[in-house]
């Protein structure tokens, strides 16, 4: 786990880059407040009933129970929900 200086580091240079796109960006670290955030993100993931997951453009497409779509641009989560080929036989590729 990477340090917590290191994490607000990183979070208000992400805050910065929004700024620079006259986007404002909420950072949240703090325990109460990252508790809050990530209640509300499994909450959104449970929703979701398809997913395509696109490691050559890094990108994770969510299709949600209503029918709206969400994308996450993200270098690693393309790759972390890719299952490795296993070839099985005849069938070919699995």
Not at 12 to 39: C, F, K, P, T, Y
Not at 53 to 73: E, F, K, N, Y
Request: a negative charge; charged letters at 20%.
């Amino acid at each position: 786990m990477i340090a917590e200086d290191n994490v607000v580091s990183k979070a208000e240079r992400v805050a910065a880059l929004e700024a620079e796109l006259e986007s404002a960006g909420e950072i949240s670290v703090a325990d109460i407040e990252l508790q809050h955030m990530r209640g509300v993100l499994h909450t959104w993931v449970d929703g979701v009933v398809g997913i395509v997951s696109s490691p050559g453009v890094g990108r994770v497409s969510l299709i949600h129970t209503d029918g709206s779509q969400s994308s996450i641009a993200s270098s690693r989560l393309p790759f972390l929900l890719s299952r490795p080929v296993r070839f099985g036989g005849a069938e070919g590729p699995v």
